[in-house]
């Protein structure tokens, strides 16, 4: 391994490890944005999978905040127990990385079903109480009415029987004055169950892109670490006689 290598491979080191900190302090608010907006929906839907990798990414992030540390320390004692548990740890975060977007991939066809699912649930059981204020949440904040269209309130088991032809005052797009009648003009006429979907599936995608860019890094840091570990282990050999080897003629 070529001594030119190592200024080049420290300073990349260095510079991968502050990386490392910013994107640990990334990814926390990535997996905590992902658990907050979950947060809201979780009485409505049984689609936690979406959970998965986030808890993922936030594990992650740690291991990040960690390499960062181990990232600079190794670099400027060059040091092969440093350099081979630092490789070791950007393996370990890029399998889990891997995996994270793997399993952001493979969940996205499941996602719908369980929506459905835990949607027609929530619409079933649905009185208009303060219990209730997830569904509540989930209207005015995706700006939709119903599962898949404003008529499931017709067939609601609650709901349906108390106030029938209506629909919940969350499905207004002005709440004042509004006729909430189920045939108004005055409601949102999107379904909900397309607009969580979309929004489960885009917190997947942003977890899954977050994890291939940083495995772009990981790679790099793993190189580096390999070039440091090669150098440490040459060994320096002085020319017999020559100007340092204190042998008088």
């Not at 658990?35 to 689609?47: C, D, P, R, S, V």
Request: hydrophobic fraction near 45%.
């Amino acid at each position: 391994m070529s001594s030119g290598c190592t200024l080049p491979s420290k300073i990349c080191l260095i510079f991968i490890g502050l990386i490392f900190w910013g994107a640990a302090a990334g990814l926390f608010f990535v997996g905590g944005w992902v658990f907050e907006t979950y947060k809201h929906f979780n009485e409505l839907t049984t689609a936690n999978l979406t959970l998965i990798p986030a808890s993922i990414v936030i594990a992650v992030g740690v291991f990040m905040f960690i390499v960062g540390l181990l990232a600079c320390a190794s670099s400027m004692k060059e040091n092969k127990c440093l350099l081979a548990v630092l490789f070791s740890i950007l393996l370990v975060i890029l399998t889990a990385e891997i995996a994270a977007g793997s399993l952001g991939y493979a969940f996205r066809d499941d996602m719908e079903g369980s929506v459905r699912d835990g949607l027609n649930q929530a619409i079933d059981k649905y009185n208009g109480t303060k219990s209730d204020h997830q569904m509540e949440y989930l209207q005015k904040e995706l700006k939709c009415c119903g599962v898949n269209n404003v008529s499931d309130w017709e067939t609601a088991k609650v709901w349906s029987l108390s106030h029938p032809g209506k629909v919940p005052l969350s499905c207004c797009i002005h709440q004042n004055n509004c006729t909430q009648n189920i045939n108004g003009t005055d409601i949102f006429q999107k379904a909900c169950l397309p607009e969580l979907n979309n929004k489960f599936l885009t917190n997947l995608r942003y977890i899954a892109g977050i994890a291939v860019a940083f495995a772009v890094i990981q790679v790099l840091g793993m190189i580096s670490s390999c070039v440091l570990f090669c150098r440490s282990k040459e060994v320096r050999y002085e020319v017999l006689g020559g100007p340092n080897s204190g042998l008088r003629v």
